[in-house]
């Protein structure tokens, strides 16, 4: 069993920067990929990035925050990272981190709880 809690989310303006932070416990995160979902009001939720697991390491990420968003593990913290860069208003939604042995499942088997991510002037 998986416990995620996300971290990290705010108020930005545009143009700013935040850094979310998954940070598991109950398992290592070694052997699962992290993805980062997300979903504005109204909207579905969409993936936005995802790392595999340690042994892989390969990441992903949507064309919508590509050369934006950095994702990365610390496998000492048990922690995964989205730094988000040169943030839009189109980034504002709850954030949530999953955990699942391959990024390409359909289905994640762990959630955390999401965290608020709000950009505007």
């Known amino acids: 069993q998986v416990q995620l809690v996300e971290s990290g989310g705010g108020l930005v303006q545009p143009g700013g920067s935040l850094r979310l932070s998954c940070a598991a416990s109950g398992s290592t995160l070694d052997y699962y990929a992290i993805g980062w979902f997300r979903q504005a009001p109204g909207k579905e939720r969409e993936g936005v990035s995802c790392i595999s697991s340690s042994s892989d390491g390969s990441t992903y990420y949507a064309d919508s925050v590509k050369g934006r968003f950095t994702i990365s593990r610390d496998n000492a913290k048990n922690t995964v990272y989205l730094q988000m860069n040169s943030l839009k208003p189109e980034d504002t939604a709850v954030y949530y981190c999953?955990?699942?042995?391959?990024?390409?499942?359909?289905?994640?088997?762990?959630w955390g709880q999401g965290t608020q991510v709000t950009v505007s002037s």
């Open positions: 999953a955990a699942d042995p391959s990024c390409g499942s359909r289905f994640y088997q762990y």
